[in-house]
């Protein structure tokens, strides 16, 4: 038993023989109590991978009940969308007994896994949508762009390269893409006190709109881009 | 996880492009709990951080064959649970898209994490098992140090510490066990 064990804390580690790899997976297979160790070990892993992220540990108060207790630092690497997600997060003891996944959910996620639902899921992905708005929120020059004549709709633009567009209480910037990111309906989304609209114009094209502006508006300054 | 674990999944990886579900559940195992954390981190929903997990190694079953081995395998499997986290932030309507789990056939089966296996991740126990390493034999400790915590191969390993590669395979394999062994009579009173 040592043996396979043995075999596989080096198959972990991306060490084993080649030859070694296929006997090592048909038993995993088969022993639970295996396949138990290698969850063990992913899970040692994951709390040396953290320990160097563990901030302050010592702040936190031990707690005596050990049951009601976990506690530990993740650092969120996900900058992209730091300025709506905090980036530090106590993951509590509730938080990660939830890892785990019941068979009978597996069960179902096994039989997920090829189907067309899921493939659609896959392919209805609105990834590139999303790296878009994330874009507008975190990239400060993101929104610079050509300057566009809006006097048609009453609206003013400032000047230089930060150019703005303003009317009455209504101020927010503009930017056209040449693609429309399989949009046929107005998109929108709310950002602190600032909206953000993606309205799709003519030509496969759709406008993006950010700042304080009512989705009236923006549909209107839409319309007189299409015009 | 370190640099060299990364590196050396490539053959595991060409299996499951040749549709071997035992190396993929190997390959979903050792990576699933770094997904699944940074998730939480990010959605702060445990219901949801375990739906995208799951769609994200639905998607790594789907789309292996695209990933070329240009960055680690960890790299782009994290860039993939990414782009969806950044969906279900962004999408109002991440909640309708949940993965459909009633139907058909399954062709691959995702293993399971046990609840107790996962308590060992909080301060406590974290603190218990770095006391613990610390009593392992030095030669013990070592291997494992140079493994876990600076991910060195076993060659490189082998050649600090001047022990044949054998040799400090299975120096790093008691180590873990002990650590496991730790775990099992020890850290599970934390229940």
């Known amino acids: 038993m040592s043996d396979i064990k043995e075999r596989l804390s080096a198959l972990y580690d991306g060490e084993l023989d080649s030859r070694d790899v296929d006997s090592v997976l048909e038993e995993l297979e088969a022993d639970k109590n295996l396949q138990k160790t290698l969850s063990l070990y992913s899970l040692i892993g994951l709390s040396f991978a953290n320990e160097s992220k563990v901030t302050d540990m010592d702040k936190f108060k031990a707690k005596k009940n050990k049951n009601i207790f976990a506690n530990i630092w993740v650092t969120n690497s996900l900058t992209a969308a730091a300025s709506i997600i905090l980036t530090l997060f106590i993951i509590n003891y509730a938080d990660l ?57 009453g609206y003013t633009s400032s000047g230089g390269q930060n150019i703005g567009y303003s009317r ?30 993606v309205v799709p114009i003519s030509n496969g094209r759709v406008v993006t709109l950010y700042g304080n502006i009512s989705a009236a508006s923006a549909i209107e300054i839409a319309n007189s881009i299409n015009q | 996880m370190n640099k060299n674990s990364n590196n050396n999944d490539s053959e595991l990886i060409e299996k499951v492009k040749n549709g071997n579900e035992g190396a993929f559940n190997f390959l979903m195992n050792k990576y699933y709990p770094r997904v699944y954390a940074s998730l939480l981190s990010f959605t702060k ?31 782009w499997v994290y860039r993939i649970a990414i782009n ?31 609840d107790s296996e996962l308590n060992l991740i909080h301060e406590e126990s974290m603190k218990d098992i770095q006391n613990f390493i610390n009593t392992l034999p030095e030669s013990l ?51």
């Open chain 1, 97 to 153: 007994s939830r890892m785990n996944i019941s068979i009978d959910s597996t069960n179902k996620i096994a039989s997920a896994v090829n189907s067309r639902e899921a493939k659609e899921i896959v392919a209805n992905s609105d990834q590139f949508l999303v790296d878009h708005i994330m874009n507008v929120i975190n990239d400060p020059s993101f929104m610079n762009s050509n300057p566009i004549d809006l006097r048609n709709v």
């Open chain 2, 84 to 114: 969806l986290a950044k969906n279900y932030v962004a999408s109002s309507s991440y909640k309708k898209q949940r993965m459909n789990t009633s139907i058909e056939d399954g062709e691959i089966e995702i293993r399971s994490y046990e």
């Open chain 2, 45 to 75: 929903s445990r219901e949801d951080s375990e739906d995208i997990a799951q769609q994200t190694f639905l998607k790594v079953w789907q789309q292996i064959s695209t990933f070329r081995g240009d960055s680690a395998f960890f790299t």
């Open chain 2, 141 to 191: 400790k070592t291997a494992f140090s140079l493994r876990e915590h600076d991910g060195l191969s076993y060659e490189e390993i082998s050649k600090i510490t001047e022990t044949p590669i054998g040799t400090v395979r299975s120096r790093i394999f008691r180590a873990r066990e002990a650590v496991v062994d730790f775990i099992s009579t020890e850290l599970k009173s934390y229940e």
């Open chain 1, 168 to 197: 009455g209480n209504e101020k927010f910037k503009l930017r056209i893409e040449n693609k429309n990111f399989g949009l046929k309906k107005i998109r929108y989304w709310k950002h602190g006190n600032k909206m953000i609209y």
